[in-house]
């Protein structure tokens, strides 16, 4: 059975064009969307098992090894989903303008595939590789 919803308003990665040094230059979202990064960082163990990225009731992508998909949407309350083994799920408020982004990674301490997703901030271990990610691979498409 899935964990509960973790009500967790996700953090803001890219500020206006007064940006600090931190900051991640990623492509603005268009004017009245938001903008959800969902990726998976380490694929140290278990990056051959596919992770499914949803929103809602809306299919977003099948990810495999590192990588990630960046996906526009309306502003408003979303719940973010991934599945493999299990289900793990974020809800979140966004807001038009800016740009958030969710670590999808496989759970310490299981040789299955069971993912858990986890809010990215700036005090997040992961936060300088999730970038580097973003820098140097192009988004996998959303059909």
């Known amino acids: 059975m899935p964990r509960s919803f973790a009500a967790i308003a996700l953090t803001l990665l890219v500020a206006s064009a007064g940006a600090a040094k931190d ?3 990623l492509e603005p979202p268009p004017a ?3 903008v959800v ?3 998976r960082v380490n694929t140290f163990v278990g990056g051959g098992r596919p992770f499914h990225f949803f929103e809602g009731e809306n299919y977003l992508a099948r990810v495999k090894g590192r990588n990630y998909v960046r996906y526009v949407c ?3 309350e979303k719940v973010f989903w991934a599945s493999a083994e299990n289900r793990s ?3 979140a408020k966004l807001e038009a303008g ?3 982004a969710l670590e999808a990674k496989l759970q310490t301490g299981t040789w299955s595939a069971r993912v858990e997703l986890i809010p990215i901030t700036r005090e997040s271990k992961v936060w300088e590789t999730f970038g580097e990610m973003l820098a140097e691979k192009k988004a996998e498409e959303i059909d």
């Open 23 to 25: 900051d991640l230059a």
């Open 32 to 34: 009245g969307k938001a």
């Open 37 to 39: 990064y969902i990726g």
């Open 74 to 76: 309306d502003p408003g």
């Open 89 to 91: 799920f974020v809800k």
């Open 98 to 100: 800016h740009s958030y």
